[in-house]
């Protein structure tokens, strides 16, 4: 539970440096947006490459991924329905609320929670796999076609194919899976500055979440406050009891396997989501408060989960 301690209180302590730059002038609107470009454009495809190219593949094959998988694909469905039904956003209001609604914070959070709560950090390779390999580049596709009509460009139906290879994210993701697979090796002159360019992509990440936290309204006020409240109830309630019942009765999982899956889908929603949508300027304060909520409220949620399966 330490490492789990650690891994959160890092998460805030770096927002928090976030948010005192902001509050002390150093860092206005234009900087916020500068530091999210950084992270989206610059540090995160060498993050992801790093990530893919290394990962082990095998994971995505276990049953408990296959469960994982699966419970993602519901919270996606039920966002999508209820957004259509109450809420009528655009395309990329849809996209970035199922993101909040499904996309898991794997990564700085994610780790050292499995660490911690399962004992073995592999747990999150799947999620982490699945949503950066699949689920992340049809959600930038899905933003950059919005794009394109609010700007009023007509794109070609090979324009629209070529959408996912013209986004650096996406792109950092193919060459990292086709590197994997073909068990190509990468030199460490490569590799190194690939690193340290990846290594950036988490704290600035944060530093601009921070630094929204002080400019931009408190979380959960505005218009979009109901639709903040769906993604954190989907997120942290209905995405473990989802991946519970799944689980256990589709696919008789039990013991400690039944408990891996209920704490994957008890993550927080992925910081990641705010850069995007700081990128294509769309939802930026749903994918910023769905985050804070989630973030915080998802402790309780692990340790219910803990007391009752762990």
């Not at 540090?43 to 296959?66: C, E, I, K, N, Q």
């Not at 689980?247 to 927080?268: C, M, S």
């Amino acid at each position: 539970m330490q490492a789990a301690i650690t891994g959160i209180s890092t998460i805030w302590v770096v927002i928090g440096v976030g948010w005192l730059v902001a509050h002390v002038g150093l860092v206005n609107q234009r900087g916020r947006r500068l530091v999210s470009m950084l992270a989206f454009i610059v540090a995160s495809p060498p993050l992801l490459f790093g990530l893919v190219a290394r990962a082990s593949l095998d994971h995505v094959f276990a049953a408990t991924a296959v469960v994982s998988v699966i419970a993602i694909g519901v919270m996606v469905a039920l966002y999508l329905a209820l957004a259509r039904l109450f809420f009528r956003p655009d395309l990329s209001g849809l996209v970035i609320g199922a993101m909040a609604s499904a996309y898991t914070n794997a990564g700085n959070f994610g780790l050292p929670v499995a660490m911690a709560l399962l004992g073995d950090a592999t747990w999150v390779a799947p999620i982490m796999l699945v949503q950066v390999g699949v689920l992340q580049p049809i959600c930038l596709a899905l933003l950059d076609v919005d794009a394109a009509r609010t700007e009023g460009v007509r794109l070609s139906p090979g324009r629209y194919l070529s959408l996912p290879v013209r986004n650096p994210i996406t792109v950092g993701i193919l060459l990292g899976l086709a590197v994997n697979l073909l068990g190509v090796p990468v030199p460490a002159f490569v590799l190194q500055p690939v690193d340290m360019l990846g290594a950036m992509a988490v704290p600035l990440m944060l530093l601009a979440f921070g630094v929204s936290l002080r400019l931009d309204p408190k979380p959960g006020v505005g218009d979009h406050s109901a639709q903040v409240w769906v993604t954190v109830v989907l997120k942290l309630i209905v995405h473990p009891l989802v991946a519970w019942a799944i689980g256990r009765y589709g696919f008789g999982l039990g013991g400690h396997e039944l408990y891996a899956v209920v704490i994957l889908g008890a993550l927080p929603a992925a910081q990641n989501m705010f850069v995007i949508a700081t990128r294509y300027g769309r939802s930026e304060l749903l994918a910023r408060d769905s985050v804070f909520w989630t973030t915080i409220g998802s402790v309780g949620t692990l340790l219910v989960a803990a007391a009752l399966l762990g």
